[in-house]
C-alpha cells in the first residue's frame, strides 16, 4: 500500500511515486518474528487510514493517479517499457489495498517470495493452468486430484489440445521418473500435484517428484514448474516449497478462510512463476473482492490457533474412534507417525504394507501434523453409515472441511455420487465411508457426539 512519499525522486523526475506502507517490522533484535505474530499487522500502516488499527474495506473499482506522469510512469511499468515493473494501484481487476495486505500476509506462513488471491480455489487452479499451457503441451499430475481439477484438465484444457498422464499419490520414484520420461518427449506444461490427495489421504513424495524433475529434464532448456494443492495440511503441517515446489496452490474456503462463510483461492510461490500467473489474473479478473479479502485477513489472524486446535481435536476423536467395535478403520494420517505397523498392518498383504511403509516415510519427511480431516469406515454398508450420520447432534451434515464446526459428509452418496462404480472401489470410496472435517469445538463434547452416534448404528 503506501509509504512516505519519495521526495529525492520526486525532486528529480517530477513525478510522484505511488504511495507504500512503511516497511514491516518483522525482526525484533537478532529475532525472526512467527507468523502467528505478523498475521496482526504485516502489510498495513493505519497512518495511511485515519489511524484505524485494521484495514478499511475499500470498494473502489479505479484509483487516482496523482498527474498525468505518474499515470504514464505507472504504465510504462506494466507494459514493461520501464524495468521494474508497476507500483501502486490502478484498477480493482488487477488488484486493491485489501488483497495486497493479504497477499503479503499468506506469503509469511511458508516464506514464499510473492502471493496471489482468487476468488475461488478453483479459479486459482483455472488461471494456474492457462498462465502455463499451449496447446499440444502435457500436464503431468498426481491423482486423484479434488473431482473439479481433474475436470478442468481433462474434460476443459483437453478441448484445447492439451494432454495429461499421471500417477497414483503414493507412487515410488521409479514410478514417477517412468511417467515424466514419457512425458517429455513433448513439453511438460506443468507437473501438478495433490497431497493429501482428496479424498483417498494418499500422501505424494514431493521430494521424490522434483529429484525426478530435475533429473530428466536435466538437459532440457525449460524444466516445468512444480504446484501443489497444499489445501488440506497447509499451511501449517504441510509446507511443500521446503520440499521441492515451485508454487503452492490453495483453496482458502477451507482452512485459511476456516469459518465455513466465504470462498477464495491462492496461490504462493517464487515471484518469476507468481509473475506470469498475475499476467493471467490481471487479464480475466480471477482475483478476490475487497469483502473477502478482509475476512481472510481477519481469519488468518488465528489461523494457527484454529488449526492446532482442530488438529488436537482430530487426534482425541480418531483414537477414539479406532478402538469402537463398530468402526472397521479409521483413515486418519496421524497414525502413520506411528509408522506402519501402527494399524492393521498385520493382516495386509505385502503390496499394502510396501505403500503403507512408504507413506509413513513420506508422513515423516514432509508432514509435522495429520490434520483434522479424516475417513471412517464403518462395520456395514451405506444403511449404517446414514444411521450414524443422521443420528449425529453436534457434527454438521455438509461437504467442506477446515471450518471451526465439525462436519460429516457420504463421499459415496454425495460428492462421488457421479464416480463410475469401479473408479469409486479403486479409490476406497465405498458405502461404508463416512468424510469427517473435525472443528474447534471441545474435543469431550465431540466424543460424546460419535458416541451416541455410533449407539444408534
Ligand atoms: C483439495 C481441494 N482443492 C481445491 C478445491 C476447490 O476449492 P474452491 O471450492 O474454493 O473452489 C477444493 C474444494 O473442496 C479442495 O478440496
Not at 13 to 38: F, M, N, Q, W
Not at 142 to 152: N, V
Not at 307 to 336: I, P, Q, T, W
Not at 339 to 344: F, H, I, L, Q, S
Request: with cysteine; aromatic share 6%; net charge negative.
Amino acid at each position: 500500500m503506501t509509504d512516505t512519499p519519495d521526495e529525492t525522486e520526486a525532486d528529480m523526475t517530477g513525478v510522484e511515486p505511488r504511495r507504500t506502507p512503511k516497511p514491516a517490522v518483522d525482526r525484533i533484535g537478532g529475532r525472526k518474528l512467527r507468523p502467528s505474530t505478523l498475521m496482526m499487522g504485516h502489510g498495513f500502516d493505519p497512518a495511511l487510514s485515519e489511524g484505524s488499527l485494521k484495514p478499511p474495506i475499500f470498494l473502489t473499482s479505479t484509483f487516482v493517479f496523482p498527474d498525468a506522469a505518474s499515470g504514464k510512469r505507472h504504465f510504462e511499468g506494466v507494459t514493461g517499457k520501464r524495468p521494474g515493473g508497476a507500483e501502486g494501484l490502478v484498477y480493482s481487476r488487477f488488484n486493491g489495498p485489501n488483497q495486497e495486505i493479504l497477499e503479503d500476509r499468506l506469503g509469511i506462513w511458508e516464506e514464499a517470495e510473492d502471493a496471489l488471491a482468487f476468488s475461488s480455489g478453483m479459479s486459482a487452479i483455472a488461471t494456474l493452468f492457462l498462465s502455463m499451457v499451449r496447446p499440444g503441451d502435457t500436464i503431468v499430475h498426481s491423482g486423484p486430484l479434488y473431482a473439479a481439477t481433474e475436470t478442468l484438465i481433462a474434460r476443459v484444457l483437453g478441448k484445447f489440445g492439451i494432454h495429461w498422464l499421471d500417477f497414483p499419490a503414493g507412487a515410488t520414484r521409479e514410478e514417477i521418473d517412468a511417467v515424466l520420461q514419457k512425458a517429455s518427449s513433448g513439453r511438460v506444461a506443468l507437473i501438478y500435484l495433490e497431497s493429501p490427495a482428496n479424498p483417498t489421504n494418499a500422501l505424494v513424495d514431493v521430494e521424490a517428484v522434483a529429484a525426478s524433475r530435475d533429473a530428466i529434464f536435466a538437459g532440457a532448456a525449460e524444466k516445468p514448474p512444480i504446484a501443489i494443492d497444499n489445501t488440506f495440511l497447509g499451511p501449517l503441517w504441510h509446507q511443500p516449497l521446503k520440499h521441492g515446489a515451485d508454487l503452492v496452490v490453495y483453496s482458502l474456503t477451507k482452512y485459511a478462510g476456516g469459518h465455513s462463510d466465504l470462498v477464495a483461492g491462492g496461490v504462493l510461490g517464487s515471484k518469476a512463476h507468481i509473475d506470469v500467473i498475475r499476467s493471467m489474473r490481471n487479464t480475466i479478473g480471477t482475483i478476490c473482492d475487497p469483502n473477502t479479502a478482509w475476512m481472510l485477513l481477519r481469519s488468518l489472524e488465528t489461523l494457527e490457533l484454529r488449526m492446532s486446535r482442530a488438529g488436537e481435536n482430530a487426534a482425541k476423536v480418531c483414537a477414539y474412534l479406532r478402538d469402537h467395535d463398530k468402526v472397521e478403520h479409521v483413515g486418519y494420517l496421524g497414525f502413520l507417525a506411528e509408522g506402519p505397523d501402527g494399524d492393521d498392518a498385520e493382516e495386509d498383504a505385502p503390496a499394502t504394507h510396501a505403500n503403507a511403509r512408504r507413506q509413513a516415510d513420506i508422513y515423516r519427511r514432509h508432514c509435522s501434523g495429520g490434520g483434522s480431516t479424516f475417513s471412517l469406515y464403518l462395520k456395514g454398508g451405506e444403511a449404517e453409515a446414514f444411521r450414524f450420520l443422521d443420528a449425529l447432534r453436534i457434527a454438521k451434515l455438509a461437504v467442506s472441511l477446515g471450518g471451526t464446526e465439525t462436519l460429516a459428509s457420504h463421499p459415496a452418496g454425495m460428492t462421488h455420487l457421479s464416480v463410475p462404480d469401479a473408479r469409486r472401489q479403486a479409490l476406497g470410496i465405498t458405502d461404508n465411508l463416512v468424510r469427517i472435517s473435525i472443528g474447534v469445538e471441545d474435543a469431550d463434547d465431540l466424543i460424546a457426539d460419535m458416541e451416541q452416534a455410533l449407539a444408534a448404528v
